[in-house]
C-alpha cells in the first residue's frame, strides 16, 4: 500500500492521472460526471475510482459541489489568467483578441476530459457557484471588450451584435467534444478565425497568427517570472 | 375535476401551458429538466406539476427517459422538416443555408424551455437515444452539405474546417440562453451571418436574408399542402 495525504493508507495502488490525491480525485470525478452525470455520481464512486476510502476524499474536498466547483474552475483558470496578463497591452485589440480565442480553444480541446459540458448543469445556478459565474462573465466581458476594440480600431462598421461571437464560438469546441469527441486542427482554426470575420475584421489572419502567438509566448513567460 | 385522457379524473384544474395532457406533462418536463436537472427529476415530481397522478402519466409515457426523448426530438423537428424541404430545390446553396439558419435559430429561441440544454446530457449517448442521435447527426450534415456547395458557387477558396461552423453557431443560442437568459435580435442575425462569412462567403447579406425569408415560406406552405 502507497500512503496518501494525512497517513491514510490507500487501497490500492495509484491508478487515475495526477501528480498529488486531489489531482486523482479530480481526474476520476471529472471521468464520471462527464460520462455518467453529475446527479448520477456519488463521492462514494468517485473514492472507489481513485482507489481511496470515501473519508479520504473528504480531506480533501467537503462535498461533491466542492468538487465540479474545484473542476469548473480549472476549465477557465489559464484562459484567464492569459485574459489578465493582456489587458492594458499596447498591443492591437485584434492581436490580443485572437490570441486569447487561440490559447482558449486549444486548452479546451487538450483537457482530457470535456468538463465545459458542465456548464449546462442547472445546479450552476445556485449560489454555491456564484463565484465560478462572476470569472466566467468576467472572462467573457474580457473577449466582448476585445472584440469592440478590435472594429473601432479597423475602422470598420462593425456587425451589430457580433462581439459576443468569439467567445461562443471558442466554446463551440465543447459542443464539437460532445458530438463527435475530437475537433480537427482545421476547425480548431476555421473558429478562432471565424471570430474575427464575424466582427467585420478584414485583415489578414496569418500575419494575424504569428502576432498572436509571439504575444501568448511573451506575455506567459513574463507572467510565470513576473 | 375535468376529464383526462382515457376517463381519469385529474386532481386539479389544468396548471400547464399545452392543449392536451401529452403537452401539459412534455412542458412540465422540460421545465423540471431544465431547472432541476435530468437526474434529479422524477416522473412522480413532473405529474405533480402537472396536477395529475403518476399512473395517468403513464399512459402517455412509459419512462422518464421516453419523455426526454419526445422534447429532444421536438428542438430539431421543425429544422429537420425544413431542412428535406430545402433538400433538392434549385435555389443556390447559400440562400438554403441561411434560409436553414435564420429558422432553426429562431425557433429555438422561441422555445419556452432551453431543451438543447440537455444535448450535453451523458445519458443521450446510451442505445435509448441513438434514433435521436441519428437524426441531428443528419441535421448537421445537411448543414456542412448545405455550406459547402455555397463555397462551391462562390467560386472563393473557402476556410478548411469552416462547414461545421453555421450549424455550431445556430447553436451558441442554446449556450447564450443558458447563460444569459435572451438572445438579442441583433445577436441572432450576427449569428447567422456568421455562419456565412466564416466560410469566406462575401456576398451581400440583406440581398440573402430577402431571398432566404421568402424561400423558407414558399417551402413551408408547399410542405403544409403538398
Same mark, same amino acid.
Given at each position: ?21 486531489? $489531482?486523482?480525485?479530480? /481526474? ?26 470515501? $473519508?479520504?476524499?473528504?480531506? =480533501?474536498?467537503?462535498?461533491? *459541489? /466542492?468538487?465540479? *466547483? ?28 485572437? !490570441?486569447?480565442?487561440?490559447? %482558449? ?11 465545459? !459540458? ?18 466566467? %462573465? =468576467? ?5 466582448? !471588450? ?7 480600431? !479597423?475602422?470598420?462598421?462593425? &456587425? ?12 463551440? &469546441?465543447?459542443?464539437?467534444? +460532445? /458530438?463527435?469527441?475530437? &475537433? ?8 478562432? /478565425? ?9 485583415? *489578414?489572419?496569418? +500575419?494575424?497568427?504569428?502576432?498572436? *502567438?509571439?504575444? +501568448? ?10
Amino acid at each position: 500500500m502507497t500512503q496518501l495525504g494525512p497517513g491514510r493508507p490507500r487501497l490500492e495502488p495509484r491508478r487515475r492521472q495526477g501528480h498529488t490525491p486531489r $489531482a486523482e480525485i479530480l /481526474d476520476a470525478a471529472a471521468e464520471l460526471f462527464t460520462t455518467k452525470g453529475y446527479g448520477n455520481t456519488s463521492t462514494r464512486a468517485i473514492a472507489e475510482a481513485v482507489g481511496i476510502r470515501q $473519508a479520504s476524499l473528504y480531506h =480533501h474536498f467537503a462535498a461533491k *459541489d /466542492d468538487i465540479l *466547483d474545484a473542476l469548473l474552475g480549472e476549465t477557465i483558470a489559464a484562459a484567464v489568467e492569459l485574459a489578465g496578463l493582456l489587458r492594458g497591452r499596447p498591443e492591437p485589440a485584434a492581436v490580443r483578441l485572437y !490570441a486569447l480565442a487561440r490559447f %482558449d480553444l486549444e486548452q479546451l480541446c487538450a483537457a482530457r476530459w470535456n468538463i465545459g !459540458a458542465l456548464y449546462f448543469l442547472p445546479e450552476l445556478r445556485g449560489d454555491r457557484f456564484a463565484r465560478f459565474r462572476l470569472r466566467r %462573465d =468576467h472572462l467573457r466581458e474580457g473577449y466582448e !471588450a476585445l472584440a469592440a476594440g478590435a472594429v473601432a480600431e !479597423a475602422g470598420v462598421a462593425g &456587425v451589430p451584435g457580433a462581439e459576443v461571437l468569439p467567445f461562443r464560438l471558442v466554446e463551440t &469546441v465543447i459542443n464539437i467534444r +460532445t /458530438d463527435q469527441g475530437e &475537433v480537427s486542427a482545421d476547425a480548431r482554426r476555421a473558429i478562432a /478565425d471565424a471570430g474575427l470575420r464575424s466582427l467585420g475584421w478584414q485583415g *489578414d489572419l496569418g +500575419t494575424l497568427a504569428a502576432e498572436a *502567438d509571439a504575444l +501568448t509566448a511573451a506575455v506567459r513567460e513574463q507572467g510565470a517570472t513576473g
